[in-house]
């Protein structure tokens, strides 16, 4: 079975504080993604990556950045995290190409930040 | 840009009975898949079923049916016999091959089973 895994259920931080939010999956897949999830509005893309040291953009980037240094693993950093940053985020990889392409996710790391 | 509208924020079903979840999208793309993805409290997205924009026949997966209307641009998930845990959150989502291949996700629609 493919594993997606988060570090972290649930993480409270302050105003200001850096946060790494850690992601690896264990099916060797190119392409890893992070996204947002509030009520109403579903999932939003905030970066993807489909191979190692790439990333892209995707619809809400702005205060969050990511890494990914090897295959397995995909980072997303909160510089300084803000209160309109609490939120649940949830990372999902796959393999690249048309049809179908899973996205199998994890189950979401939920922050808050105070 | 594409855009997936999913109009029922919440849904009663009664135990047993058939259920369907409503999902419209939005593309000038001829070329596009279409999914449906569970989530429950736990918060985990399970991947339930897959529409390609070329199938011809609609997808189906146990009691998951996918009820896709090409020229309406809907893709609604029907849930037949439904079971208590199928209480959850419900997300239809739409991959645009000319995209990217990102996924674009509608606003959900949380289902509650009634015993």
């Known amino acids: 079975d493919v594993k997606v895994t988060q570090s972290s259920r649930y993480l409270v931080k302050r105003t200001g504080e850096k946060v790494f939010l850690e992601c690896v999956q264990d099916?060797?897949?190119?392409?890893m993604f992070w996204y947002r999830q509030d009520p109403g509005l579903g999932l939003r893309l905030i970066y993807f990556?489909?191979?190692?040291?790439?990333?892209e953009k995707g619809d809400i980037p702005e205060g969050y950045s990511v890494s990914r240094e090897k295959k397995e693993r995909f980072s997303l950093i909160l510089e300084s995290a803000s209160t309109n940053q609490t939120s649940m985020y949830l990372c999902?990889?796959?393999?690249?190409?048309?049809?179908?392409?899973?996205?199998?996710f994890g189950a979401g790391t939920r922050l808050s930040v105070l | 840009a594409q855009k997936i509208t999913q109009t029922q924020p919440g849904m009663f079903v009664q135990e047993k009975e058939a259920v369907t979840l409503d999902c419209t999208y939005d593309?000038?793309?001829?070329?596009?898949?279409l999914f449906w993805y569970k989530q429950p409290s736990s918060g985990e997205m399970i991947f339930l079923i897959y529409?390609?924009?070329?199938?011809?026949q609609n997808a189906t997966e146990g009691r998951y049916s996918l009820n896709f209307q090409k020229a309406r641009k809907s893709a609604n998930l029907v849930i037949s016999a439904s079971q208590l845990g199928d209480s959850a959150m419900y997300f239809c989502a739409m991959r645009d091959y000319n995209a990217g291949n990102m996924l674009t996700f509608g606003g959900g629609t949380r289902l509650m089973v009634k015993p």
């Open positions: 593309t000038s793309d001829q070329s596009y898949g």
């Open positions: 999902a990889s796959s393999f690249p190409g048309q049809g179908l392409n899973i996205q199998y």
């Open positions: 529409q390609g924009s070329y199938d011809e």
């Open positions: 099916m060797d897949h190119e392409n």
């Open positions: 990556s489909y191979d190692v040291k790439m990333k």
